[in-house]
């Protein structure tokens, strides 16, 4: 495994140790939320440790 860290989304300029928002999404295998997300690779491993209203069950049911 190969540890990312993601910029913010939008965000780029902010050092090498950042990966853009996008290429974090379209690459992970295994991704951990602290924020909202969209567009992210298709049957990626989430694992949801914000406050709760971050993942929306029902989309991922129906494969949204």
């Known amino acids: 495994m190969r ?35 969209r567009g992210m690779k298709r049957k990626p491993l989430i694992i949801d440790t914000a406050r709760g209203g971050l993942v929306d069950e029902q989309s991922f049911v129906r494969g949204r």
Do not use: N, Q
Request: proline share 11%.
């Open 3 to 37: 540890p990312l860290f993601a910029a913010h989304k939008d965000r780029d300029g902010l050092g090498p140790l950042y990966t853009p928002w996008d290429e974090m999404l379209a690459t992970s295998d295994v991704i951990t939320i602290h924020g909202p997300f």
